[in-house]
């Protein structure tokens, strides 16, 4: 009796075994036909386009807390890694090469996302406007909605050598915008197991939309239902295009907005010009404009410079190390001194030999920092005091700013005067060399209502 008991439950685990073997068979095709999560943007635009920029896995910044960034005999300083920030205070995009406009580096500060406030007065607005006179748009950093920096965004740009079957050949660019996001029950089990098998262990749901990279023509934005604004910009208030139609509801609740929450894209017909600091045109070859850039086109930080911060901070178990995508740079360079960049005046950047491609800045002030830095660029998690209690007491070094820290250079493109556009860019690369031509002296100039 106890033998035949053995093969009958042996027979039954393998009649369990080879009816879910079964039943995974037959719901592999139709989970393949109709899967339970709908299918990525990203997943059709890679039939057509591709992705700009460095896998993450791949950073130049994976060594930015060795030594051997500091500066070192023989080593000439270089530019160690580039990135831009195609929505403001979302993640950014590692690049290995970057063109320069009078604007900064293309595609950077493009969007950024805003609230519509209740306001005492009406608003100052273009004709045709649509904001309403009892409130108005403000622009959303970091500051005000940490969770921005969870907010993952990836550019897709056509690629000839792709076609596909069903889509044929796509123009134009793309803006794929990625957040947190799992629904109730068991469709948020279902896309959590999705996440995992697709994207490793540690992955989470998400939920993408899809903005254009380009600014939209007047087609466009008439069939998309899209509206000028004003948006308040620190003190500016650029006329912009609202596209908040193009939000899912999902992505305030997860941002915790209080208000109404939209997002605008520059019009380059109406960009915000840069006074204070910056120089003439006649030095700089054009005149100074940006997107929504806090005040200068470009910002530069130095690895150095980190670390020799990072030793001031008071550490605790939510900070040790200071990661350099805490403050948002768009060049990163290696093997200078710490804070030789402060009084830097007129900088370029160039590979040896090789002067067809060089790009020169004026250097127009130094970087004065809130507690934006506060946030981890990791997680999203804001820390109560560090770096920003650092920066005050140990970076408060121009007189223009007085009580407030400075770490880093605002920049601003320069090219030869010439009336050809075409000829109002150039070149930014990883390695390139870093040869600064002007030293002197900075004093900070507020922005002032215009």
Not at 49 to 66: A, C, F, I, T, V
Not at 93 to 112: F, M
């Amino acid at each position: 009796m106890l033998y035949l008991s053995r093969i009958t439950s042996l027979f039954d685990y393998g009649a369990i075994f080879l009816m879910v073997v079964t039943i995974i068979v037959f719901l592999v095709p139709i989970l393949i036909l109709f899967p339970p999560v709908p299918v990525d943007h990203s997943d059709a635009l890679r039939q057509t386009h591709s992705k700009l920029g460095r896998p993450q896995r791949e950073s130049h910044l994976r060594s930015q807390y060795d030594a051997r960034h500091k500066p070192q005999a023989g080593k000439t300083p270089k530019i160690e890694s580039l990135y831009i920030y195609p929505i403001k205070s979302c993640r950014g995009i590692e690049l290995d090469r970057a063109k320069v406009l009078p604007t900064g580096l293309e595609h950077d500060r493009l969007y950024t996302f805003a609230q519509l406030k209740p306001k005492s007065t009406p608003a100052v607005t273009e004709p045709g406007a649509q904001t309403d006179s009892s409130s108005a748009w403000e622009f959303l950093t970091l500051r005000q909605l940490p969770l921005l920096a969870n907010v993952k965004v990836d550019i897709w740009l056509p690629d000839a050598g792709k076609k596909s079957r069903l889509l044929g050949s796509l123009q134009g660019g793309f803006v794929a915008v990625r957040f947190p996001w799992q629904e109730r029950g068991f469709l948020g089990l279902v896309q959590l197991l999705v996440a995992k098998l697709s994207r490793g262990w540690s992955a989470v749901p998400e939920k993408e939309f899809i903005l254009p990279l380009e600014f939209p023509s007047k087609q466009e934005i008439d069939a998309r239902g899209y509206k000028f604004a004003n948006i308040k910009v620190w003190v500016d208030a650029p006329y912009a295009l609202d596209m908040s139609n193009e939000l899912p509801a999902e992505l305030a609740t997860y941002l915790g907005v209080k208000h109404s929450l939209g997002i605008f894209r520059s019009d380059p017909s109406a960009r915000r010009k840069v006074f204070r600091t910056a120089p003439r045109n006649e030095m700089s070859g054009h005149e100074a404009e940006i997107d929504f850039h806090d005040a200068f086109p470009v910002h530069l930080l130095n690895l150095t410079s980190i670390r020799a911060l990072e030793s001031k901070i008071q550490k605790d178990r939510f900070i040790d190390r200071i990661d350099v995508r805490r403050f948002r740079g768009n060049i990163i360079v290696s093997g200078l001194k710490e804070y030789d960049e402060d009084d830097w005046k007129s900088v370029k950047f160039k590979h040896p030999g090789r002067s067809e491609t060089m790009s020169r800045f004026d250097v127009s002030c130094r970087t004065v920092r809130c507690k934006l830095p506060n946030v981890d660029p990791a997680t999203g998690i804001r820390h109560i005091v560090e770096p920003d209690r650092a920066l005050r007491k140990y970076r408060d070094i121009d007189a223009g700013a007085p009580k407030m820290g400075c770490l880093g250079m605002q920049l601003l493109p320069t090219f030869p005067t010439s009336s050809n556009l075409e000829r109002l860019e150039s070149v930014l690369e990883v390695g390139m060399e870093v040869d600064v031509l002007e030293r002197g002296s900075h004093l900070y100039v507020k922005q002032s209502a215009r």
